[in-house]
């Protein structure tokens, strides 16, 4: 049971009045949790079973826009309805809200109750399930780095989100003195998240002032992503209950250091890891180095799925440890893919592409899929590169902007075929109005360059 809660354990909560509300939610093609919030009395009567909501939220952006061009809803169809079922095996308590518990939700058509095609859920459900037909179960982790603000979100909504002051006035990378004076947020996010069940690691000051880095112990794809999500939003609200900003927004200033979300994935059959050969050169299995092929391969394919914004590829730059170059690496930061563990069973591959900003669900099930196609056609995975990759002219480039990372996925035949016509063309759409929302802006960067000298 990936919660921490059993529905027989919620129902005696709230009969002893422990608990009170549910929070019934599903995740957006943002990665957000969206949803209700249910006395809980309804929710163990009767909502449990399912629970309704408005499609288009499969279909907006982060301002909750109604953009035309889905095929999925519209206003000509009226905007129906979906269900949202909960998964009873993801119910935990939400230790930093009182009398509170969460359950996430797959998104069920209205009508026939299958799946929808694009819930991001479903996405990485299908991926794994692919896997499992090959004999395999991914593990992953993902890393959340984001930035500490000193101010609340409402100050600095009211500020224009101009009076932007980092909570350190240093870089604190690894420092144990800086991160001490940010225990009254940082404690309470490992602590609570721990006692919501998610197998916290550590977090740790990161390369920039303000920066901050939460690792969760890696789990099945689908835990993973969960555990993603969930902690996201707590760091959100954990930090806004004690008067502070975060941010995952991946470059919130040109001259600072952007936020990542590296992603460690390895392959296992039961206990056994297969991607681990004792005898091979770096411990790196044929399997291994398979899926690393197709990982590295297509990587231009997904990109979108790992930088979804505009603003997601300000951070791709040169000698910041944000990768430029699709190649691989032996324990080298300069690269999108980076060996862990070489010659150990906890050997693995980090993408270090994505931002802070991606959505883990969809970010892993397209991993997932190019690693799959990269097994399946037995591809073969080229030397490490060495050095500064950054420097590397031979090493291709990562689309470096949204406008080119949406046409990869647009004619990307693997993606395609792996999530389906439907859903590649849904996510495009997703892309290009995010672009076409950019494009409408006149931005205060243009009026100073111009206003007086053009
Ligand atoms: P880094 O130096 O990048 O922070 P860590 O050693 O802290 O590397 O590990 C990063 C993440 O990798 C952790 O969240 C950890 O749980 C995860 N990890 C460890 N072993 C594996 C594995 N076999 N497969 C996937 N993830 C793993």
Redesign the pocket.
């Known amino acids: 049971m990936p919660g921490n809660l059993s529905f027989d354990d919620l129902k005696s909560r709230v009969t002893d009045g422990s608990i009170d509300t549910v929070l019934a939610c599903f995740v957006d093609m943002q990665g957000r949790l969206m949803g209700k919030r249910f006395h809980a009395v309804n929710f163990v009567e009767t909502s449990f079973k399912e629970t309704h909501c408005c499609n288009y939220l499969l279909a907006t952006d982060l301002e909750m826009a109604t953009p035309s061009g889905y095929a999925s809803t519209s206003w000509e169809k009226g905007y129906g309805d979906y269900v949202m079922a909960p998964d009873l095996s993801t119910l935990r308590t939400v230790p930093w809200l009182e009398g509170t518990a969460l359950v996430l939700c797959d998104m069920l058509d209205h009508h026939t109750h299958a799946p929808v095609p694009h819930d991001p859920r479903a996405i990485l459900k299908k991926q794994v399930a692919r896997l499992k037909d090959l004999g395999f179960d991914a593990?992953?982790?993902t890393?959340l780095e984001f930035f500490l603000f000193d101010k609340s979100l409402d100050e600095i909504r009211a500020s224009g989100f101009r009076d932007l002051t980092p909570i350190s006035g240093y870089n604190e990378d690894y420092h144990i003195f800086q991160t001490t004076k940010e225990e009254g947020v940082m404690r309470p996010i490992r602590n609570h998240l721990f006692a919501a069940g998610l197998p916290i690691?550590n977090s740790k000051g990161e390369a920039e002032a303000g920066q901050e880095e939460l690792?969760?112990?890696?789990a099945p794809a689908l835990d993973c992503a969960d555990h993603h999500s969930i902690a996201k939003h707590a760091i959100k609200e954990i930090a806004w209950q004690n008067g502070r900003a975060a941010s995952f927004l991946p470059k919130w200033h040109k001259d600072r250091v952007g936020s990542s979300s590296?992603v460690?994935?390895?392959l296992w059959q039961g206990d056994t890891?297969a991607f681990f050969d004792k005898d091979a050169d770096l411990g790196m299995s044929d399997l291994m180095k398979n899926y690393m092929a197709g990982l590295i391969a297509h990587a231009p394919d997904y990109t979108f799925f790992l930088a979804p914004y505009v603003n997601s590829y300000k951070r791709f730059a040169k000698g910041t440890f944000a990768p430029t170059k699709t190649v691989w690496s032996i324990d080298n930061r300069t690269a999108g893919f980076r060996l862990?563990?070489a010659d150990t069973k906890?050997v693995?591959v980090?993408c270090r592409i994505g931002g802070s900003d991606l959505n883990p669900y969809l970010a892993q099930a397209a991993m997932l899929a190019a690693g799959i196609k990269g097994i399946e056609d037995k591809m073969e995975l080229s030397p490490p590169t060495r050095g500064d990759v950054y420097e590397d002219a031979k090493a291709a480039d990562i689309p470096q902007t949204l406008r080119a990372a949406t046409e990869t996925l647009r004619k990307s035949a693997f993606l395609r075929d792996a999530f389906g016509e439907d859903v590649i063309d849904h996510y495009t759409r997703c892309a290009e109005w995010e672009q076409e929302e950019f494009d409408r802006v006149v931005t205060d960067w243009e009026i100073a360059r111009g206003f007086e000298r053009a």
């Open positions: 593990m992953m982790a890393e690691e690792n969760i112990r890696y590296h460690h994935q390895s890891p862990c563990g906890g693995r980090e």
